[in-house]
Protein backbone atom coordinates (compact mmCIF):
# COMPACT_ATOMS: atom_id res chain seq x y z
CA UNK A 1 0.00 0.00 0.00
CA UNK A 2 1.26 3.22 -0.82
CA UNK A 3 2.33 5.62 2.26
CA UNK A 4 0.09 8.44 3.03
CA UNK A 5 2.07 12.23 3.45
CA UNK A 6 2.96 12.66 7.43
CA UNK A 7 2.04 16.36 7.16
CA UNK A 8 -0.68 18.53 6.99
CA UNK A 9 -1.58 20.96 4.28
CA UNK A 10 -3.01 24.20 5.47
CA UNK A 11 -4.89 26.36 2.91
CA UNK A 12 -1.67 29.20 3.02
CA UNK A 13 0.34 26.20 1.42
CA UNK A 14 -1.81 24.99 -0.97
CA UNK A 15 -2.09 28.48 -2.67
CA UNK A 16 1.93 28.19 -2.36
CA UNK A 17 1.84 25.19 -3.97
CA UNK A 18 -1.09 26.29 -6.66
CA UNK A 19 1.35 29.68 -7.27
CA UNK A 20 4.60 27.92 -8.14
CA UNK A 21 3.42 25.01 -9.83
CA UNK A 22 1.56 27.79 -11.99
CA UNK A 23 5.23 29.54 -12.28
CA UNK A 24 6.79 26.06 -13.55
CA UNK A 25 4.17 25.36 -16.56
CA UNK A 26 2.80 28.94 -17.59
CA UNK A 27 5.48 28.39 -20.82
CA UNK A 28 3.93 25.30 -21.98
CA UNK A 29 0.07 25.67 -20.91
CA UNK A 30 -0.20 28.37 -24.25
CA UNK A 31 0.88 26.20 -26.48
CA UNK A 32 -0.76 22.66 -25.82
CA UNK A 33 -4.99 22.52 -26.51
CA UNK A 34 -6.36 22.12 -23.02
CA UNK A 35 -9.24 19.33 -22.40
CA UNK A 36 -12.41 20.71 -20.70
CA UNK A 37 -13.53 18.36 -18.23
CA UNK A 38 -17.40 18.91 -16.82
CA UNK A 39 -17.63 18.09 -13.24
CA UNK A 40 -20.73 18.44 -11.71
CA UNK A 41 -21.68 18.26 -7.73
CA UNK A 42 -24.34 19.32 -5.04
CA UNK A 43 -24.21 22.90 -5.16
CA UNK A 44 -23.61 23.54 -1.92
CA UNK A 45 -21.31 24.55 0.92
CA UNK A 46 -19.49 20.98 1.29
CA UNK A 47 -19.57 20.67 -2.58
CA UNK A 48 -18.76 23.83 -3.91
CA UNK A 49 -15.27 23.40 -1.60
CA UNK A 50 -14.29 20.73 -3.78
CA UNK A 51 -14.18 22.84 -6.97
CA UNK A 52 -12.69 26.07 -4.55
CA UNK A 53 -9.58 23.77 -2.90
CA UNK A 54 -9.04 21.08 -5.38
CA UNK A 55 -9.65 22.14 -9.00
CA UNK A 56 -6.90 24.81 -8.80
CA UNK A 57 -4.61 22.17 -7.15
CA UNK A 58 -5.44 19.85 -10.23
CA UNK A 59 -4.97 22.07 -13.05
CA UNK A 60 -1.59 23.46 -11.64
CA UNK A 61 -0.03 19.90 -11.90
CA UNK A 62 -2.17 19.20 -15.42
CA UNK A 63 -1.80 22.02 -17.44
CA UNK A 64 -3.45 20.35 -20.63
CA UNK A 65 -6.80 20.34 -18.37
CA UNK A 66 -9.39 22.08 -17.51
CA UNK A 67 -12.32 21.49 -15.29
CA UNK A 68 -15.28 23.68 -15.58
CA UNK A 69 -17.48 22.85 -12.59
CA UNK A 70 -21.02 22.83 -12.54
CA UNK A 71 -22.98 22.87 -9.55
CA UNK A 72 -26.55 22.42 -9.35
CA UNK A 73 -29.40 22.06 -6.79
CA UNK A 74 -29.37 19.73 -3.75
CA UNK A 75 -32.25 17.19 -3.55
CA UNK A 76 -34.45 15.28 -5.89
CA UNK A 77 -33.52 18.02 -8.34
CA UNK A 78 -29.97 17.10 -8.48
CA UNK A 79 -30.67 13.27 -10.08
CA UNK A 80 -33.33 14.99 -12.42
CA UNK A 81 -31.01 16.94 -13.70
CA UNK A 82 -28.24 14.42 -13.89
CA UNK A 83 -31.02 12.02 -15.89
CA UNK A 84 -31.88 14.49 -18.16
CA UNK A 85 -28.69 15.80 -18.84
CA UNK A 86 -27.66 11.48 -19.55
CA UNK A 87 -30.94 10.79 -21.58
CA UNK A 88 -29.80 14.05 -23.81
CA UNK A 89 -25.96 12.93 -24.56
CA UNK A 90 -25.10 15.87 -22.72
CA UNK A 91 -23.83 14.07 -19.26
CA UNK A 92 -21.28 15.21 -17.35
CA UNK A 93 -17.76 13.92 -17.47
CA UNK A 94 -17.23 13.71 -13.60
CA UNK A 95 -19.70 13.92 -11.53
CA UNK A 96 -20.79 13.22 -8.09
CA UNK A 97 -23.26 10.43 -7.08
CA UNK A 98 -24.77 8.05 -4.02
CA UNK A 99 -26.63 5.54 -2.83
CA UNK A 100 -29.54 3.59 -4.92
CA UNK A 101 -29.06 6.02 -8.10
CA UNK A 102 -25.20 5.40 -8.64
CA UNK A 103 -26.46 1.76 -8.75
CA UNK A 104 -28.87 2.41 -11.02
CA UNK A 105 -26.55 4.55 -13.68
CA UNK A 106 -24.27 1.92 -13.36
CA UNK A 107 -26.65 -0.93 -13.74
CA UNK A 108 -28.10 1.20 -16.87
CA UNK A 109 -24.46 1.29 -18.74
CA UNK A 110 -24.29 5.29 -17.89
CA UNK A 111 -20.87 5.23 -16.21
CA UNK A 112 -18.21 4.29 -17.51
CA UNK A 113 -16.11 0.81 -15.67
CA UNK A 114 -13.17 1.76 -14.15
CA UNK A 115 -11.97 -1.65 -13.97
CA UNK A 116 -8.82 -1.25 -16.02
CA UNK A 117 -7.89 1.72 -14.64
CA UNK A 118 -7.76 0.63 -11.26
CA UNK A 119 -6.11 -2.53 -11.92
CA UNK A 120 -3.05 -0.40 -13.79
CA UNK A 121 -2.56 2.22 -10.78
CA UNK A 122 -3.72 0.25 -7.70
CA UNK A 123 -0.34 0.97 -6.13
CA UNK A 124 -1.05 4.54 -6.56
CA UNK A 125 -4.58 4.71 -5.03
CA UNK A 126 -3.68 2.71 -1.94
CA UNK A 127 -7.13 0.69 -2.20
CA UNK A 128 -6.76 -0.39 1.26
CA UNK A 129 -6.55 3.07 2.33
CA UNK A 130 -10.10 3.38 1.35
CA UNK A 131 -12.91 2.75 4.33
CA UNK A 132 -13.65 -1.34 2.99
CA UNK A 133 -17.48 -0.61 3.02
CA UNK A 134 -17.53 2.83 1.08
CA UNK A 135 -14.82 1.25 -1.18
CA UNK A 136 -17.32 -2.37 -2.29
CA UNK A 137 -20.19 -0.09 -2.60
CA UNK A 138 -18.92 0.68 -5.83
CA UNK A 139 -18.63 -2.44 -6.89
CA UNK A 140 -21.61 -3.84 -9.09
CA UNK A 141 -22.97 -7.07 -7.77
CA UNK A 142 -26.11 -7.83 -10.18
CA UNK A 143 -27.38 -7.74 -13.82
CA UNK A 144 -25.36 -8.20 -17.04
CA UNK A 145 -22.52 -5.61 -15.60
CA UNK A 146 -22.21 -7.23 -12.66
CA UNK A 147 -18.26 -6.89 -11.71
CA UNK A 148 -17.79 -3.53 -12.51
CA UNK A 149 -15.88 -0.68 -10.47
CA UNK A 150 -17.99 2.32 -11.46
CA UNK A 151 -16.78 5.34 -8.72
CA UNK A 152 -14.02 5.77 -6.19
CA UNK A 153 -14.53 7.08 -2.85
CA UNK A 154 -15.27 10.46 -2.48
CA UNK A 155 -16.35 11.85 1.01
CA UNK A 156 -17.59 10.00 3.69
CA UNK A 157 -20.19 10.69 6.83
CA UNK A 158 -20.50 8.50 10.25
CA UNK A 159 -23.35 8.53 13.18
CA UNK A 160 -22.22 9.25 16.75
CA UNK A 161 -23.74 10.44 20.04
CA UNK A 162 -24.19 13.39 20.68
CA UNK A 163 -24.52 14.69 24.93
CA UNK A 164 -24.71 17.41 27.29
CA UNK A 165 -22.29 16.68 29.58
CA UNK A 166 -23.44 19.33 32.42
CA UNK A 167 -26.63 17.12 32.81
CA UNK A 168 -24.71 13.87 32.39
CA UNK A 169 -22.71 14.39 35.68
CA UNK A 170 -25.84 15.82 37.79
CA UNK A 171 -27.40 12.43 37.39
CA UNK A 172 -24.15 11.12 38.53
CA UNK A 173 -23.21 9.11 35.72
CA UNK A 174 -20.13 8.19 33.72
CA UNK A 175 -20.41 10.10 30.36
CA UNK A 176 -20.58 7.63 27.64
CA UNK A 177 -17.11 7.88 26.19
CA UNK A 178 -15.61 7.29 29.28
CA UNK A 179 -17.31 3.85 30.01
CA UNK A 180 -15.06 1.15 29.84
CA UNK A 181 -14.98 -0.68 26.27
CA UNK A 182 -18.01 -2.19 25.01
CA UNK A 183 -19.92 -1.27 28.39
CA UNK A 184 -21.72 1.85 26.43
CA UNK A 185 -24.46 -0.69 25.55
CA UNK A 186 -28.52 -0.69 24.84
CA UNK A 187 -28.87 -1.47 28.57
CA UNK A 188 -27.23 1.59 29.58
CA UNK A 189 -29.20 3.63 27.05
CA UNK A 190 -32.06 2.81 29.18
CA UNK A 191 -30.57 3.41 32.12
CA UNK A 192 -28.91 6.87 31.14
CA UNK A 193 -32.51 7.59 29.26
CA UNK A 194 -34.79 7.15 32.56
CA UNK A 195 -32.57 9.10 34.87
CA UNK A 196 -31.90 11.92 32.29
CA UNK A 197 -35.99 12.15 31.37
CA UNK A 198 -37.70 15.02 33.12
CA UNK A 199 -41.68 15.43 33.27
CA UNK A 200 -43.73 18.27 34.61
CA UNK A 201 -46.98 17.10 35.10
CA UNK A 202 -48.05 15.50 31.95
CA UNK A 203 -45.65 17.12 29.75
CA UNK A 204 -41.89 15.79 29.05
CA UNK A 205 -39.72 19.06 29.10
CA UNK A 206 -36.27 16.86 28.97
CA UNK A 207 -36.07 13.32 27.09
CA UNK A 208 -33.18 11.20 27.77
CA UNK A 209 -32.45 9.61 24.43
CA UNK A 210 -33.64 10.69 20.71
CA UNK A 211 -32.20 8.83 17.68
CA UNK A 212 -32.82 8.86 14.05
CA UNK A 213 -33.99 5.06 13.39
CA UNK A 214 -36.81 6.23 12.49
CA UNK A 215 -36.20 7.24 8.56
CA UNK A 216 -33.68 6.91 5.86
CA UNK A 217 -30.83 4.26 6.52
CA UNK A 218 -30.06 5.96 10.13
CA UNK A 219 -31.96 2.47 11.28
CA UNK A 220 -29.48 -0.02 10.65
CA UNK A 221 -27.06 0.14 13.37
CA UNK A 222 -29.71 -0.97 15.57
CA UNK A 223 -29.92 -3.94 13.50
CA UNK A 224 -26.33 -4.70 12.93
CA UNK A 225 -25.88 -4.04 16.68
CA UNK A 226 -28.20 -6.96 17.38
CA UNK A 227 -26.64 -9.06 15.40
CA UNK A 228 -28.40 -9.45 12.39
CA UNK A 229 -28.80 -7.75 9.30
CA UNK A 230 -31.41 -6.89 6.51
CA UNK A 231 -29.71 -8.70 3.35
CA UNK A 232 -26.96 -11.70 3.74
CA UNK A 233 -24.32 -10.51 3.01
CA UNK A 234 -22.65 -13.83 1.27
CA UNK A 235 -26.00 -14.09 -0.78
CA UNK A 236 -27.57 -10.47 -0.96
CA UNK A 237 -30.26 -11.76 -2.99
CA UNK A 238 -31.68 -13.60 0.06
CA UNK A 239 -34.10 -11.21 2.85
CA UNK A 240 -32.65 -11.92 6.36
CA UNK A 241 -34.57 -8.84 8.18
CA UNK A 242 -37.56 -11.25 10.09
CA UNK A 243 -34.95 -12.72 12.27
CA UNK A 244 -35.02 -12.02 16.35
CA UNK A 245 -31.35 -10.82 16.40
CA UNK A 246 -32.44 -8.35 13.25
CA UNK A 247 -35.42 -6.59 14.73
CA UNK A 248 -34.77 -6.46 18.73
CA UNK A 249 -33.02 -3.65 18.35
CA UNK A 250 -35.50 -1.66 16.33
CA UNK A 251 -37.84 -3.02 18.57
CA UNK A 252 -36.06 -1.49 21.12
CA UNK A 253 -35.94 2.42 19.75
CA UNK A 254 -39.93 1.36 20.13
CA UNK A 255 -40.29 1.10 23.31
CA UNK A 256 -37.88 3.61 24.34
CA UNK A 257 -40.62 5.62 22.58
CA UNK A 258 -43.64 4.38 23.15
CA UNK A 259 -43.13 1.65 26.34
CA UNK A 260 -40.67 3.78 28.47
CA UNK A 261 -41.41 7.01 27.25
CA UNK A 262 -37.83 8.21 27.15
CA UNK A 263 -37.24 9.08 24.15
CA UNK A 264 -39.39 11.45 21.39
CA UNK A 265 -42.44 10.01 19.33
CA UNK A 266 -42.64 12.94 17.42
CA UNK A 267 -40.29 14.36 14.43
CA UNK A 268 -36.99 13.96 15.27
CA UNK A 269 -35.19 17.22 14.08
CA UNK A 270 -37.90 18.95 16.70
CA UNK A 271 -35.44 17.71 19.73
CA UNK A 272 -32.02 18.47 19.72
CA UNK A 273 -29.34 19.06 21.78
CA UNK A 274 -29.01 22.53 21.69
CA UNK A 275 -32.38 22.97 21.80
CA UNK A 276 -32.61 21.90 25.22
CA UNK A 277 -34.40 19.26 24.93
CA UNK A 278 -33.11 15.64 24.71
CA UNK A 279 -29.97 14.91 26.95
CA UNK A 280 -28.29 12.29 23.95
CA UNK A 281 -29.04 11.93 20.69
CA UNK A 282 -27.26 10.09 17.92
CA UNK A 283 -26.80 12.32 14.55
CA UNK A 284 -24.13 12.53 11.32
CA UNK A 285 -20.63 13.60 12.73
CA UNK A 286 -20.81 16.12 9.11
CA UNK A 287 -22.78 19.76 11.18
CA UNK A 288 -20.65 19.25 14.53
CA UNK A 289 -18.92 22.36 14.07
CA UNK A 290 -22.20 24.25 11.82
CA UNK A 291 -24.45 23.18 14.47
CA UNK A 292 -23.73 21.87 17.26
CA UNK A 293 -20.45 24.10 17.88
CA UNK A 294 -21.89 26.94 16.36
CA UNK A 295 -25.28 26.72 18.37
CA UNK A 296 -24.27 25.27 21.81
CA UNK A 297 -20.98 27.60 22.06
CA UNK A 298 -20.15 27.73 25.44
CA UNK A 299 -23.59 27.82 27.26
CA UNK A 300 -23.09 24.39 28.24
CA UNK A 301 -20.97 21.21 28.37
CA UNK A 302 -21.21 18.15 25.25
CA UNK A 303 -18.92 15.94 23.60
CA UNK A 304 -19.32 13.02 21.30
CA UNK A 305 -19.80 8.95 22.26
CA UNK A 306 -19.71 5.91 20.19
CA UNK A 307 -23.05 4.11 18.92
CA UNK A 308 -24.51 1.79 21.80
CA UNK A 309 -22.98 -1.80 20.79
CA UNK A 310 -25.51 -4.13 21.24
CA UNK A 311 -26.56 -7.54 24.17
CA UNK A 312 -23.77 -9.49 22.50
CA UNK A 313 -21.29 -6.58 22.07
CA UNK A 314 -22.03 -6.14 18.49
CA UNK A 315 -21.69 -2.68 17.04
CA UNK A 316 -23.92 -1.08 14.89
CA UNK A 317 -21.20 1.88 13.27
CA UNK A 318 -22.90 3.40 10.12
CA UNK A 319 -20.93 5.13 7.30
CA UNK A 320 -22.71 7.17 4.50
CA UNK A 321 -20.57 8.26 1.09
CA UNK A 322 -20.77 10.15 -2.13
CA UNK A 323 -18.48 8.34 -5.02
CA UNK A 324 -16.69 9.85 -7.85
CA UNK A 325 -17.71 8.34 -11.40
CA UNK A 326 -16.62 9.08 -15.00
CA UNK A 327 -19.92 9.16 -17.60
CA UNK A 328 -19.56 5.94 -20.20
CA UNK A 329 -19.95 8.87 -22.75
CA UNK A 330 -16.87 10.85 -21.70
CA UNK A 331 -14.68 12.22 -25.08
CA UNK A 332 -11.53 12.08 -22.19
CA UNK A 333 -11.83 9.27 -20.37
CA UNK A 334 -8.34 9.42 -19.26
CA UNK A 335 -8.32 12.76 -18.24
CA UNK A 336 -11.40 12.09 -16.49
CA UNK A 337 -9.75 9.79 -15.11
CA UNK A 338 -6.61 11.35 -13.95
CA UNK A 339 -8.86 14.05 -11.98
CA UNK A 340 -10.77 10.87 -10.15
CA UNK A 341 -7.62 9.61 -9.41
CA UNK A 342 -6.69 12.95 -7.82
CA UNK A 343 -9.62 14.29 -5.89
CA UNK A 344 -10.13 10.84 -4.16
CA UNK A 345 -6.26 11.02 -3.00
CA UNK A 346 -4.82 11.08 0.29
CA UNK A 347 -3.67 14.45 -0.37
CA UNK A 348 -6.88 15.94 -1.83
CA UNK A 349 -9.01 14.56 0.93
CA UNK A 350 -6.58 15.51 3.66
CA UNK A 351 -6.88 19.38 1.93
CA UNK A 352 -10.75 19.35 1.84
CA UNK A 353 -10.99 18.36 5.79
CA UNK A 354 -8.10 21.17 6.91
CA UNK A 355 -9.89 23.71 4.68
CA UNK A 356 -13.59 22.70 4.57
CA UNK A 357 -14.13 20.25 6.85
CA UNK A 358 -15.06 17.42 4.35
CA UNK A 359 -15.02 14.30 6.11
CA UNK A 360 -12.32 11.86 3.67
CA UNK A 361 -13.51 8.45 3.03
CA UNK A 362 -9.53 7.43 3.80
CA UNK A 363 -8.69 5.40 7.05
CA UNK A 364 -5.22 7.45 7.15
CA UNK A 365 -6.68 10.91 6.56
CA UNK A 366 -9.28 10.41 9.31
CA UNK A 367 -7.00 8.94 11.76
CA UNK A 368 -4.14 11.18 11.28
CA UNK A 369 -6.15 14.58 10.92
CA UNK A 370 -9.47 13.63 13.38
CA UNK A 371 -8.68 16.58 16.01
CA UNK A 372 -9.41 18.72 13.04
CA UNK A 373 -13.35 16.75 12.47
CA UNK A 374 -13.94 18.03 15.53
CA UNK A 375 -14.00 20.79 17.70
CA UNK A 376 -11.57 21.82 20.00
CA UNK A 377 -11.47 19.63 23.77
CA UNK A 378 -14.25 17.23 21.69
CA UNK A 379 -13.19 13.44 22.32
CA UNK A 380 -11.79 13.08 18.50
CA UNK A 381 -10.42 9.76 19.79
CA UNK A 382 -14.10 8.06 19.15
CA UNK A 383 -14.44 8.65 15.64
CA UNK A 384 -10.61 7.49 14.80
CA UNK A 385 -11.75 4.53 16.56
CA UNK A 386 -14.85 3.74 14.53
CA UNK A 387 -14.19 4.48 11.08
CA UNK A 388 -12.26 1.13 10.40
CA UNK A 389 -15.08 -1.19 11.14
CA UNK A 390 -17.95 1.30 10.05
CA UNK A 391 -20.21 -0.29 6.68
CA UNK A 392 -22.63 1.42 4.42
CA UNK A 393 -26.27 0.79 4.06
CA UNK A 394 -26.83 -1.96 1.99
CA UNK A 395 -28.66 -1.35 -1.52
CA UNK A 396 -30.69 -4.30 -2.54
CA UNK A 397 -29.80 -5.89 -5.90
CA UNK A 398 -33.16 -5.55 -7.52
CA UNK A 399 -36.47 -3.71 -7.51
CA UNK A 400 -34.37 -0.73 -5.06
CA UNK A 401 -37.36 1.74 -4.93
CA UNK A 402 -39.67 -0.58 -4.07
CA UNK A 403 -37.54 -3.00 -1.35
CA UNK A 404 -36.68 0.51 0.17
CA UNK A 405 -40.28 1.53 0.29
CA UNK A 406 -41.20 -1.74 1.88
CA UNK A 407 -38.92 -1.53 4.39
CA UNK A 408 -39.66 2.12 5.49
CA UNK A 409 -43.22 1.22 5.16
CA UNK A 410 -42.43 -1.16 8.19
CA UNK A 411 -40.11 0.91 10.37
CA UNK A 412 -43.42 3.58 10.11
CA UNK A 413 -45.72 1.14 11.18
CA UNK A 414 -43.84 -0.01 14.22
CA UNK A 415 -41.32 2.24 15.04
CA UNK A 416 -43.16 5.61 14.22
CA UNK A 417 -46.71 4.99 14.42
CA UNK A 418 -46.65 2.47 17.11
CA UNK A 419 -49.03 0.08 15.38
CA UNK A 420 -47.45 -3.36 15.99
CA UNK A 421 -44.07 -4.80 16.52
CA UNK A 422 -41.80 -4.41 14.55
CA UNK A 423 -41.57 -8.00 13.97
CA UNK A 424 -45.22 -7.95 12.95
CA UNK A 425 -44.38 -4.84 11.08
CA UNK A 426 -41.34 -6.45 8.83
CA UNK A 427 -43.12 -9.87 8.28
CA UNK A 428 -45.91 -8.44 6.67
CA UNK A 429 -43.04 -7.18 3.91
CA UNK A 430 -40.74 -10.06 4.01
CA UNK A 431 -43.01 -12.22 1.41
CA UNK A 432 -42.97 -9.30 -1.20
CA UNK A 433 -39.55 -8.12 -0.67
CA UNK A 434 -38.52 -11.87 -1.22
CA UNK A 435 -40.19 -11.66 -4.28
CA UNK A 436 -39.16 -8.58 -5.42
CA UNK A 437 -35.17 -9.78 -4.47
CA UNK A 438 -35.71 -13.00 -6.85
CA UNK A 439 -36.92 -10.80 -9.62
CA UNK A 440 -40.38 -11.05 -9.24
CA UNK A 441 -43.35 -8.41 -9.67
CA UNK A 442 -43.65 -8.19 -5.45
CA UNK A 443 -47.19 -9.65 -5.42
CA UNK A 444 -46.73 -12.34 -2.68
CA UNK A 445 -49.45 -12.54 -0.28
CA UNK A 446 -47.68 -12.76 3.27
CA UNK A 447 -50.32 -15.55 5.50
Given at each position: ??????????????????????????????????????????????????????????????????????PNPGGTAYYQY??????????????????????????????????????????????????????????????????????????????????????????????????????????????????????????????????????????????????????????????????????????????????????????????????????????????????????????????????????????????????????????????????????????????????????????????????????????????????????????????????????????????????????VAVAEVAGQIR???????????VP
Amino acid sequence: MASAPSGKLGWPALVTIVALTLLTVTGTTAAQPRVVLRFTALNNEVQTAWARILIPLFEARNPDIRVEFQPNPGGTAYYQYLTARIAGGEAPDVFVAWGEDAIGYAESGALLDLTRWIDRDREELAIRDFLPSIWEFALLRTGPRAGIRFGLPAKANFLVQYYHADWIHEAGLVPPDQLPRGQWNWARVLEYARKLTRVEGDRVTRYGYNTMATGGGYWHPWVWSGGGDVFDPRDPTRFVMDSPLATRGLQFVQDLRWVHRVAPNQEHSSYRLPRLNVAIEDWVVGPIKTFYEANIRDSFAWDIAPLPVGPDGHHGDYAATDVFVISATTRYPEEAWRFVKFISSYEAMTASLLNAGIIPARISAIQRNAASLVPRGKNHAVLAELVPRAREVPQPVRARREVNGLLGQAIQRSVVRNEVAVAVAVAEVAGQIRSLLQGGDGSVRVP
